[in-house]
């Protein structure tokens, strides 16, 4: 190698070298700022600020980038006179130099992606600026307080440390106080002297790279540890035995141990947040209090990574909806400061933030009026809802509740994107919510997306796993059972699982797999496993249930990236590849779930009927005589039943039947919408349960089971009618369960 | 001079670029995978890397092979990881001048050409050489 092309490596590293450590700076800068701006900076808040850009312009000054050495220096000249105590603390200056920050930013992402800081962009006006705030007028420095830090911005899990570990480790607000470091302080704690310990000494830079790759390895060695396991339990030989034990043992604690090191903790994204919070708020003239607690718990890389943007959009969420303007909460009583508290805590291997606000919370008349507006529900599906429920509206595309739209939100794009994108990990949204008192958002996720528990199941011959999270419980039918427990509603199979109707869908059929003579299905057993997709449930019958595993997610190659059904592939261990169902994209393949997921608004039986402006659902298709035909959606029925007219007894001028051990009425929807049924025979009867009393609608004939996106046409006010729709080519009226079962009730 | 590796698929001959060309192993136990696109045959296990296995034959619109054949997998390098073309029998490594190669025969016709880059005149066949890039790339 000649020294030329030695120069440009060693160019080259220096370069990866000061973008790692001064983006690091630039991220520990500008929490620092504003930290300062609110006087709860700690005694060498002011000198770490210096010195971020005074290393940063030393740096680049050795390695000959002289625009970044220009700009730190300008910036440099402001804060030396800030540390001095020559330059009051003012929003002015603190805004230019995070615009200071800013700039630095853009130029080191200029300097990754060409190699040299060149690039177009003019930094005078910024140089002007910085100027300017030299001659800013003077007043005293806010006396850096301690005691505010005690429970502020730098606040660590105060349980976790012992009070005198808790200082040396909340001091050290650098990024890379990472568990290494946390727990090293740990360990030296007794005795030792309360300085900083070095971060060089005991924490090294690693490439995540390098990380993934050990990932990838571990993967392979758990694989080849549980095909040796699975030879040797055969083996006779004792020592062969007792060394694929000790194999087995190293190898779980190496993954462990492996895992640990992607983990990261929640402040390596919480850390860039009291910034975003103050120009938020800043922006829309509010005050906020940010408070984050729980700041060491851990994520896997993966897993912060694809939640770092939702949880920035409940933040602004928050903040602009959220937390009024300090005259109006002065009005309401309130701190003029709205409080903002993040927690992050562990619990049932899972990990839970919650983004508390102590604003004005989610007015639910609002949110009804604006849905029902925007043609999203009818007047009678929201007289229906319960508040939790009509909460759950806001997670709907295109709903929003600001009056107006700024430009941090309001557009009604976003709740619905949090939720989607925390679902995809796994993860799961709850919302909270007191009327002029704030609002809680609660999210669930997953530690880790690398290795998952699973269960593994075969049909026709092939393996599948299905992520553990998605599953809700197994039914197995034998004999009999499973042969009468499946019943086929037009081609259409339901079971139904403690009164209420599942769909149903053969795994075989969705995925087109061809049973060769070998493999045909045992009629005598159905196994049925209930798996959630979103709030809706169905069932997927399967050949057998193997076992439980923890299985490695590996991703699938290009060619395979389009199939909305596997989540990725594994290895087994017998070393043969098997697909991870995707089960809310085999639910969306077989449709029992819409497009959208629209359909998963209602969850409990009183909530008769969902018809919206233009929601996709199943529906119950019967007739009254020979030209009226008529829908009711499926998702609230508890039962078809069948009773012989025989049965029917009277009680004073209503029918009702024996059922269940209750006397349950009866109501011939021919009576009350016109049409007839057959008065003899066997009457066909839908079953609903209202407050645990069961009512039966006496329906003609039924006809068909469909999805249909139901878009009601001549909404009618006729009782017991929302209006009319075309569906497989016929006007079909879609009947208001809820209107003919509370008449009933009344009538009772 | 440059060197091939070299297989059969049906009664062709065919080379690929030594240099991508990964490895060249036995034949495989393969996981199918429903709903794919036909040429994708299945996944394979290769010292834990998920590998993707193109049935060259359907690739290439040929017929398919016979029952319970046994392919061989001639795995070619990628940015995102290795790509496996099945084929039917591995043969030599060659070593080609440039002077033998020819473009492909102007009777050629349909999608096979676009895939075939030059024919290569050995003393007793012809040698097709074929465009792996486009060749892995499954046309939408």
Known sequence: MNDDSQQQVIQQQLIKDMLMESLEGLDRFDRELVALEKGEAEADTMNDIFRVIHTMKGTAGCIGLQRIEMVAHAGENVLSLLREGKLSIHPELISTLLALSDALREILRVLEQTGHDGGDADYSALLERLRKCQSLPSA??????????????????????????????????????????????????????????????????????QLDKLMNLVGELVLARNQIVEFTSQAENTALVQAAQRLNIITTELQEGVMKTRMQPISNIWSKLPRIVRDVAQELGKEVELVMEGQSTELDRTVIESIKDPLIHIIRNSIDHG???????????????????????????????????????????????KALDAGMVTPDQLSRMTDREALNLIFLPGLSTADQVTAVSGRGVGMDVVRTNIEKIGGSVDIQTTLGEGTTLRIKIPLTLAIIPALVITTCGERFAIPQVSLVELVRLEGEQALKGIEHVFGAPVYRLRGKLLPLVCLDAVLHLERSSSQSADNNVANIIVLK??????????????????????????????????????????????????????????????????????????????????????????????????????????????????????????????????????????????????????????????????????????????????????EQHRSGILGSSVIQGRVTEMIDVGAIISNQALAS | ??????????????????????????????????????????????????????????????PAGPEGARNMNVLIKTPDGAISLLVDQIEDVLEVSAESIELPPETLQGDVRELITGACKLKDRLLLLLDTGKTIDLPA
């Open chain 1, 323 to 369: 937390i009024e303007a300090p005259d109006r909460r002065r009005a309401a009583g309130k701190a003029e400061k709205g409080l903002l508290h993040l927690r992050a805590f562990h619990e049932g291997g899972q990990v839970n933030i919650e983004v508390i606000d102590d604003g004005k919370g989610i007015d639910l008349a609002k949110v009804k009026s």
């Open chain 1, 140 to 209: 005293p420095v806010a006396q850096p307080s301690i005691e505010n830090t005690a429970f502020g911005l730098f606040d660590d899990d105060p349980g976790a440390h012992s009070p005198e570990v808790a200082k040396p480790v909340a001091a050290a607000p650098s990024s890379a106080s990472s568990a290494q470091v946390t727990s090293v302080s740990e360990a030296s704690a007794p005795g030792a002297p309360s300085g900083k310990p070095g971060v060089s000494e005991s924490a090294i830079r690693v490439d995540v790279v």
């Open chain 1, 533 to 714: 997709a979103g709030e809706q449930q169905f069932g997927l019958i399967v050949d057998a249930v193997n076992d439980t595993q923890e299985i490695v997610v590996k991703p699938l190659g290009k060619h395979l990236k389009g199939l909305p059904v596997f989540a990725g592939a594994t290895i087994m261990g017998d070393g043969m590849v098997a697909l991870i169902l995707d089960v809310f994209g085999l639910a969306q393949h077989a449709h029992v779930v819409s497009q959208s997921g629209k359909n998963e608004l209602s969850e409990s039986a009183g909530t008769a009927t969902k018809a919206g402006a233009a929601i996709r659902q199943s529906l119950l298709l019967f007739s009254l005589g020979a030209s009226h035909r008529f829908a009711l959606p499926l998702s609230s029925v508890g039962r078809l039943e069948k009773f012989p007219s025989s049965q029917v007894e009277r009680e004073g001028d209503r029918e009702v039947v024996q059922y269940r051990e209750q006397i349950m009425p009866l109501v011939r929807l021919a009576n009350v919408l016109g049409g007839t049924d057959a008065a003899n025979g066997e009457l066909p009867v839908v079953v609903y349960t209202v407050n645990h009393r069961n009512f039966g609608l006496v329906v003609g004939r039924i006809d068909d089971i469909v999805e249909e996106t139901v878009v009601l046409q001549n």
């Open chain 2, 1 to 62: 001079m440059s060197l091939f590796c070299t297989f059969t698929v049906d009664r062709f001959f065919f080379g690929v670029a030594v240099g991508q060309v990964q490895e060249v192993i036995r034949h495989q136990a393969m996981s199918r995978v429903p709903l794919a696109r036909p040429e994708v045959r299945g996944l394979i296990n290769l010292r834990g890397q998920i590998i993707t296995a193109i049935d060259l034959r359907r690739r290439l619109g040929l």
